[in-house]
């Protein structure tokens, strides 16, 4: 089964407080580290959210699930069958995390940013954001009946400066 990997990475994050995926880790940006991290789980990964990437659906500012329905927009005309999601700012992931989601819908339980999202689901998804209605992760994830795994591995999430420069010493 074909698997597209998608970086979700929008513009200026509030909390962080300028653009994620610029932000410099160890001499090398968010975004690298991420398409890295990502990359050995997929047949293909793309960037969605930013220019020269995909682009959300149906436009910015949706959240992560603009950015999902836009890769998985993508994965169904490319013949994916489906999309492992990730943040910009996860720049570490399980070893085992195709395995640790199969079958899709799965997320992790910790960051449900973190999924593997079949193409099927597509229609359920854009009709969510259409009716701009509880655009939350949880809320699609429970839509479409998509399991939370639990996971002993505790991925990164960088929502601060401080939170980067945590990262940087461990």
Not at 29 to 35: F, G, R, S
Not at 146 to 152: H, M, S
Request: proline content about 7%; some cysteine.
């Amino acid at each position: 089964m074909r698997t597209l990997g998608a970086i979700l990475a929008g513009g200026a994050s509030r909390r962080f407080g300028s653009d994620k995926a610029l932000a410099m880790l160890g001499g090398r940006t968010l975004l690298d580290h991420a398409l890295d991290a990502l990359a050995p789980h997929c047949d293909a990964v793309v960037v969605v959210g930013r220019a020269g990437g995909i682009a959300d659906w149906p436009r910015p500012g949706m959240g992560p699930l603009g950015a999902i329905a836009g890769a998985l927009d993508r994965a169904a005309s490319e013949g994916f069958a489906q999309v492992l999601s990730a943040p910009v700012d996860c720049v570490r992931l399980p070893g085992d995390l195709a395995a640790l989601l199969s079958p899709a819908p799965a997320f992790l339980d910790s960051q449900p940013v973190i999924g593997l999202w079949p193409v099927a689901v597509l229609g359920e998804l854009k009709a969510m954001l259409e009716a701009e209605y509880d655009l939350a992760m949880r809320a699609f994830a429970r839509r479409i009946g998509a399991r939370a795994v639990q996971c002993d591995f505790a991925p990164p999430n960088i929502n601060s400066l401080a939170d980067l420069e945590r990262l940087a010493k461990s």
